[in-house]
């Protein structure tokens, strides 16, 4: 089933939300900081005051400039308030990209030129960047009243002692998941339209119902009061445009203050220090295993990077330990886990968000301790899964898995990968000495969808009178092809065209509520909810044929041409603008029977689903040059029951890239200074499909018990399973020239060097 939003979004007949024309607009434009601690002396706007198309300058309290009286920005309620972002930043800065002031402008362009003329007189202070650095005692603390640099922290005990005690075989290994940045390709933004006492917001956002409550909180405005809404074109997210940022809240007030629309547009080197990044987590595992292979226990640390201000990034470490125990049978497992604040850009949520960590840390673990112990690395992993007969199963993390078949995704993988033949190549380049060596990298999976309450959705049907059905969700589409998806699902169940089905969607104005599109949750909620709101109004409407047409509501079946009729009888039909016309008339109705064929809900699945598989990825090192070739990435995810198999490859597709991407290409870094070294584009590698191959993605299909689709979530699927896969086969290809391990992004520079530091 070809994907309806498609051809509207590619032909431009829908707007991106740079592409909405608003009368009367304003430009707001940040000025940052350059320095990544520091405190602010003094701020001199005079010159930027007078310059062309300069509306106003603000600045916090104390400084020239009109004060926005704007509370600290805290975007994550677990967090201490302490630990909020002061918007603008007043007396300190605390990360290069610190908001210092705000122009509002006719142009952008004037706004830029009249930030570049403020000045700002600071006084350095220690910098810290590293976040094992952060929790040393002689560090320097960025919240003096937190006490220390760390702002959050997790833990699974062991009440026995170590979990690895007695163990004939232990492997240890400490390795960095590298902080990324999103790069959606369209970076993040704001448009505040003050409507009175009332304010509407536009947002390329993963969310707009669900951060109405935020901006409006931020602004001191009844949530009644603002409506948010998204274009239909979005493009991507990936995770950290899914909230409400500072600089949305900072428009909003300029906008309410000067009376008139205020636009904020990212430009990439803004997007790329203001838009929450993803990962940094430093991970220490140390696996115990039994003289046959079987793991005995598991001890795992971890410190996060939160960045200036944390916000959801500090506590994705609940995710990481929900999913520490991965698809593996460990006896005992302990997990120690703790968020640090840096002088570095704040952290959040970033395609998988804390579970690839937990499975990078396993899947290393794994085939590291398959080489200490000379077995099979795919074997040692098939030794220790958990059995099939075992769910629903309730592990160390407090993970409710609901099902799997976890050995048959890895036996498929290895079987479609011709793993046999993988090996015999493999072994023939070493029998051979060739400088291009093969590599081999497993890795199997098991990842949360719908996580942290997220398995509740909102979701209506309604059949108009002219016999098309409008469906409304909670979720917010930006291009996985909601559209497509839910309109599949009313059409089977009631029997419609898909063209007839309108899916409505991300504004406040006709959506009561909702959560928005993260977590891989959309067609186990929003769809359930539609699919169960469906069924419902076929129901009713079925009860209301039988009435018409003088049946039993048994007898009652969806027409061939579209409508209900007395099964055996297609004379005897009703369509649906005829349903949807008596379901208004009260003399038409049977009695007792509430007007109209609508139905709405907020749909629970109970609990969040599990989906799992298994990559293979096979690699050619230049161990002359470092150089990776990759040859081939089989992957096999299972989503529970497909709607679409479309719709499931493409985001397989998008999922492995980004996963490669970090394997191979992708960090974030700074200076010790705290200065940003791959703020843009230049400097900062994201693979463009030059670079990349054709996946080979399959799938298996488990069912969740926990919603009427059996669906479970694929959207980070690919990021999860392909980066340990692909980290596994590059170092796999060097192993037996001693290489025990090389940190990600594999670059060229990092093999070589790996390669000759083993070889001295």
């Not at 994705?316 to 997990?335: A, D, E, H, N, W």
Request: glycine share 10%.
């Amino acid at each position: 089933m070809l994907r309806r939003e498609d051809p509207t979004l590619l032909t431009g007949a829908d707007e991106y939300y740079d592409d909405l024309k608003i009368p009367g607009l304003a430009h707001v434009h940040f000025v940052r900081s350059t320095i990544a601690h520091a405190t602010i002396e003094s701020v001199d706007i005079s010159e930027a005051e007078g310059m062309p198309g300069v509306l106003a300058i603000y600045t916090a309290e104390g400084y020239p400039g009109a004060d926005l009286d704007l509370a600290p920005h805290l975007p994550m309620p677990l967090l201490p308030p302490h630990l909020a972002m002061p918007i603008p930043a007043k007396d300190r800065v605390r990360f290069v990209g610190d908001i210092v002031a705000v122009v509002v402008a006719e142009t952008q362009a004037q706004a830029i030129d009249a930030g570049e003329s403020i000045w700002f007189d600071y006084e350095p202070l220690p910098v810290v960047v590293d976040p094992v650095a952060a929790i040393a005692p002689d560090a320097p603390v960025l919240f003096e009243e937190n006490g220390s640099n760390i702002c959050f922290a997790v833990g699974i005990a062991q009440e026995d002692g170590d979990p690895c005690e007695g163990a004939a075989h232990i492997t240890e290994l400490t390795m960095t998941s590298q902080r990324l940045a999103a790069v959606p390709i369209e970076p993040n933004g704001a448009i505040a339209i003050p409507e009175g006492a009332d304010l509407m917001y536009w947002l390329p956002s993963q969310s707009p119902i669900s951060t109405r409550d935020a901006l409006a909180g931020g602004l001191g405005l009844d949530p009644a009061n603002v409506r948010v809404a998204a274009p239909t074109g979005v493009g991507g997210g990936f995770g950290p445009k899914s909230g409400a940022y500072a600089e949305m809240l900072l428009a909003g007030k300029a906008a309410q203050t000067l009376g008139r629309p205020v636009k904020w547009t990212e430009v990439r080197s803004e997007n790329m220090v203001s838009l929450q990044h993803g990962r940094g987590m430093v991970l220490k595992g140390r696996m115990g295993f039994d003289a046959d292979g079987t793991i005995v226990g598991f001890d795992a640390e971890v410190i996060a990077e939160a960045g200036a201000y944390p916000a959801i990034g500090a506590i994705l470490i609940m995710f990481t330990q929900t999913m520490i125990q991965g698809v593996y049978t460990i006896p005992k497992l302990r997990y120690d886990a703790k968020a640090v604040v840096t002088n570095t850009t704040p952290t959040g949520a970033y395609r998988g968000a804390g579970r690839p960590e937990a499975t990078q840390l396993l899947e290393r673990l794994l085939d590291l301790a398959a080489d200490e112990m000379n077995v099979d690395p795919a074997d040692l992993r098939r030794k220790n899964l958990i059995p099939a007969d075992a769910f629903p199963i309730t592990t160390h993390g407090g993970a409710n898995y609901d099902s799997g078949e976890y050995v048959a995704a890895l036996d498929k993988a290895l079987e479609a990968a011709d793993y046999p033949a993988m090996l015999a190549e493999q072994k023939a380049r070493r029998d051979s000495a060739d400088p291009k060596q093969i590599g081999i990298g497993v890795s199997t999976y098991v990842e949360v969808t719908a996580p942290a309450g997220l398995h509740v959705e909102f979701g209506a049907v309604e059949v108009d009178t002219d016999g098309k059905v409008t469906a409304r969700v909670g979720t917010s589409a930006h291009g996985q092809g909601h559209v497509t998806s839910f309109s599949m699902i009313v059409a089977d169940m009631l029997g419609v065209p898909m063209e007839d089905v309108t899916i409505v969607q991300s504004d406040t104005d006709v959506i009561p509520r909702g959560s928005g599109t993260m977590g891989s949750r959309s067609l186990q909620t929003a769809g359930s909810a539609v699919h169960v709101a469906s069924e419902t109004v076929l129901d009713k409407a079925k009860q209301l044929a039988a009435h018409l047409l003088e049946a039993s509501v048994a007898d009652i079946v969806k027409a061939d041409g579209g409508g209900l009729q007395v099964a055996g009888v297609p004379a005897n039909a009703l369509s649906w603008a005829e349903l949807a016309t008596a379901a208004s008339d009260d003399a038409k109705r049977p009695d007792g029977m509430d007007p109209g064929l609508a139905h709405e809900l907020d749909f629970d699945g109970s609990d969040a689903t599990f989906p799992f598989g298994a990559h293979v990825s096979y690699v050619e090192v230049d161990t002359e040059t470092g150089q990776v070739s990759l040859l081939r990435h089989v992957a096999v995810d299972d989503c529970g029951r497909i709607l679409n198999p479309m719709i499931v490859t493409g985001q397989q597709h998008g999922g492995i890239a980004q996963g490669v991407a970090q394997a191979l290409f992708e960090h974030v870094t700074y200076d010790e200074d705290g200065n940003p070294t791959a703020g843009n584009l230049m400097d900062y590698a994201i693979p463009s499909a030059a670079e990349l191959i054709s996946w080979e993605t399959i799938n298996t299909e488990t069912p969740s018990p926990r919603n009427p689709l059996g669906a479970k979530g694929i959207g980070e699927s690919g990021t999860i399973g392909s980066t340990p896969a692909l980290h596994n086969a590059v170092i796999d290809a060097v192993s037996h020239l001693g290489v025990r391990h090389i940190e990600m992004p594999m670059t060229p520079m990092k093999i070589w060097n790996a390669i000759q530091e083993a070889s001295s």
